[in-house]
């Protein structure tokens, strides 16, 4: 936890925020080791960053006083990455790996590959999805998070959502054996479609080359969609 992140409602009131939350007050006393009067990197949710001192931390609060927020977040990357639903496990890392990265839009789609019982996974719930964002942002000293859609049919994401997404950005098929290599060193607005596991159909290929997508590679090597997804992202911005 490089930045411990503020919701509005753990500012109590101006100058003073108060942390009640397990998970942080855990992180602060086990890895941080922080004591009293020790001044630490904050961020509030949608806004700035800033330092705050730790005025004190026992078994079910912390509270700071807080200093000047004039820090902005990263900048996002540029890029809105539609993602074939990965396993429950990996989904939670790959979640946390992006939002680290700076996506700020995913969306989550259902693919032939695609497990329908994943779809029913606790890691879909809202809670569980908000706690993976929260823990990305924390690693990069982030504080705005990402928006995540799901969409469960595939045509339907094709034809009615895919051709307005695709508007003012480039659109990349990521898939082994598409002819053109990934590029670099993108600063225009993208649209990345990663499949899942075992990858596209080829009628899911066809259909989304049909509609604008070019079609990149990463080389010869199969890579899990976690890997693949981190080294797309290095590499393309």
């Not at 993976?132 to 982030?142: I, K, M, S």
């Not at 595939?154 to 480039?170: A, I, K, S, V």
């Not at 075992?198 to 997508?213: D, N, S, Y």
């Amino acid at each position: 936890m490089n930045l411990i992140l503020l919701a509005p409602d753990d500012i109590a009131h101006q100058g003073l925020a108060r942390v009640t939350d397990p998970r942080r007050l855990r992180h602060l006393r086990e890895v941080h080791r922080a004591a009293p009067g020790d001044r630490l990197t904050l961020g509030v949710v949608g806004g700035a960053i800033g330092r705050g001192e730790l005025l004190t931390l026992g078994e079910r609060e912390a509270t700071f006083a807080l200093e000047a927020f004039d820090q902005a977040a990263p900048p996002a990357l540029p890029v809105h990455l539609v993602l074939a639903l990965p396993r429950p496990r990996m989904l939670a890392r790959t979640l946390e790996h992006v939002t680290t990265l700076g996506v700020k839009r995913i969306t989550l789609l259902h693919t032939r590959r695609v497990e329908k019982s994943y779809w029913m996974s606790p890691e879909l719930e809202a809670e569980k999805i908000h706690h993976h964002l929260v823990l990305g942002l924390e690693q990069a000293r982030d504080t705005r998070l990402p928006e995540v859609t799901l969409e469960k049919g595939f045509r339907p994401f094709m034809e009615d959502r895919l051709p307005g997404l695709l508007e003012g950005r480039r659109g990349l098929l990521a898939h082994p054996g598409m002819p053109n290599d990934c590029p670099r060193g993108l600063d225009e607005p993208t649209l990345l479609l990663v499949g899942p596991e075992g990858g596209f159909i080829p009628w899911e290929v066809e259909k989304l080359l049909a509609t604008g997508c070019e079609g990149i590679h990463l080389g010869p090597r199969i890579l899990r969609v976690e890997t693949a997804v981190t080294a797309l992202l290095a590499r393309l911005f």
